[in-house]
């Protein structure tokens, strides 16, 4: 027997289609709430434009144009939105996104998607530290309007990071070695490394520290501890945030993380990451990258994340949030008789939004079945020249 699929992309079944269409719709509105219009982008673009940005050109789904450019079918939305944003006039736009982006893995043992659905946000312009508050709280209200309730927003910043690496000096080789130990909070790897390095004893402790730098806002004092005045503001900065997310009543839902490194190219300050209790991998991501939205207009900055739906829908799944796809409430059965009164109320009803669907059935007692088994309450048929409607009772 042929294979089905290729490798990395999968169907979505009726009841997976209802839950997914009504937690993109629920969070569609939060966005739309909060000021920010939808954009539609292509499924495919120049290679160029991601070839430069993104550092794994290799997992990028390839093709040649007609006239030998080289396209790939996107790997990220946010460049596109750039792209877009570039075009319009300058000030604060605020454009949301519902689509699909794909990604080459070759490794079939991958537990990641090559095709994967996302919707997301991206805040562009001059917007400074309110910019990244209305991100972050953006972030919790749409976790809370898909209906997920045990969750964590996590919050970290890479120039706190970076700040450390420039005063103690650390060359960009041994800088990518400490934070890929740092992402992995590898406190043995991290200490083994200074080990080999003639960085100042005050630095050594600041890096040690790191991977134990998150939970509640009080970290952010503990790590003030000893770092320079460029690393405070950084601190401080975060500080607010927390300050503006207590106050709104949402501070149960964040959690700093000063190791959160993760595309520390991409992002330019802050970083944000979404956290089910009920699954490890994130379900949101996101941050600010100033300097690539730079790149399509001077000085254009850029905050966003981008929520991965299939992994929400698994962790409402894992929380009994999911809802079975609510069956047609009316059949109705062709029986020869005043087929144009019939089809009026059909029609009426359609149009009020109920579910009606046709048995294909020719008198009462198959109608009666067809409902029994496809879980439908009301049959309809016409007697004497008017529609009846019949209540069906489960066998």
Same mark, same amino acid.
């Given at each position: 027997?042929?294979?089905?699929?290729?490798?990395?992309?999968?169907?979505?079944?009726?009841?997976?289609?209802?839950?997914?269409?009504?937690?993109?719709?629920?969070?569609?509105?939060?966005?739309?709430?909060?000021?920010?219009?939808?954009?539609?982008?292509?499924?495919?673009?120049?290679?160029?434009?991601?070839?430069?940005?993104?550092?794994?050109?290799?997992?990028?789904?390839?093709?040649?144009?007609?006239?030998?450019?080289?396209?790939?079918?996107?790997?990220?939305?946010?460049?596109?939105?750039?792209?877009?944003?570039?075009?319009?006039?300058?000030?604060?736009?605020?454009?949301?996104?519902?689509?699909?982006?794909?990604?080459?893995?070759?490794?079939?043992?991958?537990?990641?998607?090559?095709?994967?659905?996302?919707?997301?946000?991206?805040?562009?312009?001059?917007?400074?530290?309110?910019?990244?508050?209305?991100?972050?709280?953006?972030?919790?209200?749409?976790?809370?309007?898909?209906?997920?309730?045990?969750?964590?927003?996590?919050?970290?910043?890479?120039?706190?990071?970076?700040?450390?690496?420039?005063?103690?000096?650390?060359?960009?080789?041994?800088?990518?070695?400490?934070?890929?130990?740092?992402?992995?909070?590898?406190?043995?790897?991290?200490?083994?490394?200074?080990?080999?390095?003639?960085?100042?004893?005050?630095?050594?402790?600041?890096?040690?520290?790191?991977?134990?730098?998150?939970?509640?806002?009080?970290?952010?004092?503990?790590?003030?501890?000893?770092?320079?005045?460029?690393?405070?503001?950084?601190?401080? $900065?975060? =500080?607010?945030?927390?300050?503006? #997310?207590? *106050?709104? %009543?949402?501070?149960?839902? !964040?959690? +700093?993380?000063?190791?959160?490194?993760?595309?520390?190219?991409?992002?330019?300050?802050?970083?944000?990451?979404?956290?089910?209790?009920?699954?490890?991998?994130?379900?949101?991501?996101?941050?600010?990258?100033?300097?690539?939205?730079?790149?399509?207009?001077?000085?254009?900055?850029?905050?966003?994340?981008?929520?991965?739906?299939?992994?929400?829908?698994?962790?409402?799944?894992?929380?009994?949030?999911?809802?079975?796809?609510?069956?047609?409430?009316?059949?109705?059965?062709?029986?020869?008789?005043?087929?144009?009164?019939?089809?009026?109320?059909?029609?009426?009803?359609?149009?009020?939004?109920?579910?009606?669907?046709?048995?294909?059935?020719?008198?009462?007692?198959?109608?009666?079945?067809?409902?029994? $088994?496809? =879980?439908?309450?009301?049959?309809? #048929?016409? *007697?004497? %020249?008017?529609?009846?409607? !019949?209540? +069906?009772?489960?066998?």
């Amino acid at each position: 027997m042929k294979k089905t699929l290729p490798y990395g992309v999968q169907d979505y079944l009726p009841d997976e289609c209802y839950n997914k269409q009504n937690v993109e719709a629920r969070i569609g509105a939060t966005f739309s709430a909060c000021g920010y219009d939808r954009v539609e982008t292509p499924t495919f673009e120049y290679y160029d434009m991601y070839a430069d940005v993104l550092a794994s050109s290799d997992r990028m789904f390839k093709l040649t144009d007609n006239d030998g450019s080289l396209l790939v079918l996107r790997p990220d939305i946010t460049l596109q939105i750039c792209r877009i944003a570039a075009k319009m006039r300058p000030g604060v736009k605020r454009l949301y996104y519902k689509a699909n982006s794909y990604e080459y893995l070759p490794n079939i043992h991958s537990a990641r998607t090559r095709e994967f659905a996302q919707t997301g946000v991206e805040l562009l312009g001059e917007t400074g530290i309110e910019g990244n508050v209305e991100i972050v709280k953006l972030a919790i209200e749409s976790l809370l309007a898909a209906g997920l309730d045990d969750f964590l927003i996590e919050i970290g910043d890479v120039r706190y990071f970076k700040c450390l690496m420039a005063e103690c000096g650390l060359v960009k080789e041994d800088a990518e070695t400490l934070k890929e130990l740092v992402n992995r909070k590898d406190s043995l790897g991290i200490e083994l490394f200074l080990q080999r390095t003639n960085m100042a004893a005050h630095f050594k402790e600041q890096f040690l520290l790191l991977p134990a730098l998150f939970g509640d806002c009080s970290v952010l004092e503990t790590a003030s501890r000893g770092c320079g005045a460029s690393c405070k503001k950084v601190l401080d $900065e975060l =500080g607010v945030i927390c300050d503006h #997310l207590t *106050a709104d %009543g949402y501070g149960r839902y !964040i959690s +700093i993380d000063l190791g959160l490194l993760q595309g520390l190219e991409y992002y330019s300050g802050l970083v944000i990451r979404g956290l089910s209790g009920k699954m490890g991998q994130s379900i949101l991501d996101g941050g600010r990258y100033d300097d690539i939205g730079g790149r399509f207009r001077s000085g254009m900055h850029a905050v966003g994340f981008a929520i991965g739906v299939k992994r929400l829908l698994v962790a409402l799944d894992a929380e009994k949030k999911l809802k079975a796809l609510p069956p047609c409430r009316y059949a109705f059965a062709d029986c020869g008789d005043a087929r144009s009164v019939l089809m009026q109320k059909v029609n009426a009803l359609r149009k009020q939004g109920a579910r009606v669907v046709d048995s294909f059935c020719r008198d009462r007692a198959d109608l009666e079945r067809f409902c029994r $088994e496809n =879980g439908i309450g009301i049959g309809l #048929l016409v *007697a004497g %020249g008017a529609v009846v409607e !019949i209540a +069906i009772e489960e066998a």
